[in-house]
């Protein structure tokens, strides 16, 4: 049905990397759950009225809380959506993030309200009087549910939407709690076990544990989560494959919602080029990158020496020294500067996060060898940089 709609009513519904289309999948996703989700619940308060059943009473409860939830992510991907102004000029496509985060609070809510009535329940058992009309109400429900995951789940990540996920994760709590649900039905049925209440417990862990999956999910990326390793992989690529750069690093990728994505970065180029040719080359790839990963670049030049023999002899020396410390380390903007008395020899080390040596001594290590070396004055000034791409290397030479 859903594809059925999109390919009806949105216009180059297959170009997902368009924030319009985006904006518009969320929101026919958000209409049709908002209707299947009122529908379901009035199915069952009618089964839960009818047998007498809190388990069942509340799963309805649950499906009404859950068009709530549809409704919030409509409105989310529709304030998303708006174009940015002056007090947002990055746009306003976190606002997904955040409904998404709204959607979580309220699962979480509803599973703890599930676990007070189940509660109070087992302290007050009452006989279900299930029947042929309440299972296959019940049975309609979960087959609903299950293609409301599938189509979340479906769409989700087909437009990369946090909420769209957490709100199918939602659909298949709700399934398998109202599976539960049906399986106390069939026992109060045809058995004298009051398990009502002890069912509506595990159904209510259970969602509790989705909703809390899901909080975690769309809480990352609001607070910085790192860029996906195969989007920095394509960035390198992008980059290096211009003869121009040499080296590059530093690389920062900033999130501002899904297709709203700044990075920033420091190429290294040689110190005796054509500026205004380097330069020219640093805006093709800013717009290479633009074009094939839908995002804004800022490329900082990093002039470096690759002539000097000296220097190079030196930095193979010095490289040696840090991937002796660990393989994983690596250095840039190695440069030195000769003066009257001694040398400076100036370079970036990176270390990653939570690295088993501190900050101070594996720079203390370094500058012990470099100004132990013989036969010069060299005095070692270093910056310790730290990863902002998660386990992968922001610090990438040409072989």
């Known amino acids: 049905m859903i594809s059925f709609l999109s390919a009806l009513l949105i216009?180059?519904?297959?170009?997902?990397?368009?924030?319009?289309?985006r904006r518009k999948y969320g929101i026919l996703c958000g209409a049709v759950g908002i209707f299947l989700n009122i529908v379901l619940f009035a199915g069952k308060f009618f089964a839960g009225t009818l047998a007498q059943s809190i388990a069942i009473t509340a799963?309805?409860?649950?499906?009404?809380s859950d068009a709530g939830s549809s409704l919030i992510t409509l409105i989310g991907f529709k304030l998303a959506g708006q174009a940015p102004d002056t007090d947002h000029p990055f746009?306003?496509?976190?606002?997904?993030?955040?409904?998404?985060?709204a959607v979580s609070f309220l699962i979480i809510l509803m599973a703890v309200e599930l676990l007070r009535s189940s509660i109070d329940k087992i302290l007050h058992p009452a006989p279900v009087e299930g029947g042929a009309l309440v299972i296959g109400i019940l049975i309609a429900s979960i087959c609903v549910k299950g293609y409301m995951y599938f189509y979340n789940r479906s769409i989700?990540?087909?437009?990369?939407?946090a909420a769209m996920k957490a709100t199918a994760v939602d659909s298949l709590s709700d399934s398998v709690a109202t599976l539960a649900v049906l399986a106390a039905t069939?026992?109060?049925?045809?058995s004298s076990l009051m398990v009502d209440g002890w069912c509506g417990i595990l159904v209510a862990g259970f969602i509790l544990y989705s909703g809390i999956s899901a909080a975690k999910d769309?809480?990352?990326?609001?607070?910085?989560?790192s860029p996906d390793e195969a989007f920095v992989r394509k960035v390198e690529q992008t980059v290096l494959a211009h003869p121009e750069v040499l080296g590059m690093h530093d690389l920062i990728v900033h999130n501002y919602g899904p297709g709203r994505t700044m990075l920033s970065l420091h190429a290294e180029v040689s110190a005796h080029g054509d500026i205004l040719a380097l330069h020219d080359a640093i805006d093709n790839i800013e717009n290479e990158l633009k074009k094939e990963l839908q995002c804004d670049a800022v490329i900082h030049m990093d002039p470096i020496v690759t002539d000097d023999p000296a220097v190079n002899a030196l930095k193979d020396k010095v490289v040696a020294a840090v991937h002796a410390i660990d393989p994983a380390l690596s250095i840039h903007d190695f440069r030195v500067v000769t003066g009257p008395t001694h040398?400076?020899?100036?370079?970036?080390?990176?270390?990653?996060?939570?690295?088993h040596m501190k900050d101070e001594e594996a720079v203390q290590r370094l500058k012990d060898f470099i100004e132990g070396l013989e036969g010069h004055s060299y005095f070692a000034v270093i910056q310790v940089d730290h990863s902002y791409v998660g386990n992968a290397p922001t610090a990438v030479e040409k072989n």
């Open 11 to 21: 216009r180059n519904h297959e170009a997902i990397t368009d924030t319009d289309v």
């Open 59 to 64: 799963d309805a409860v649950n499906n009404l």
């Open 91 to 101: 746009g306003h496509g976190r606002i997904e993030y955040i409904s998404g985060l």
């Open 156 to 161: 989700g990540r087909k437009i990369d939407s």
């Open 186 to 190: 069939l026992i109060g049925q045809f």
């Open 218 to 225: 769309t809480i990352s990326p609001l607070l910085g989560q």
């Open 343 to 355: 040398t400076n020899v100036i370079f970036d080390l990176l270390l990653p996060y939570q690295f």
